[in-house]
């Protein structure tokens, strides 16, 4: 999984999870 920016990053594990 490729994460450019912290926020994006955390967003998207939080939408997985």
Known sequence: ???LWF???NK???IIK
């Open 1 to 3: 999984m490729d994460c």
């Open 7 to 9: 926020f994006t990053c």
């Open 12 to 14: 998207n594990i939080e």
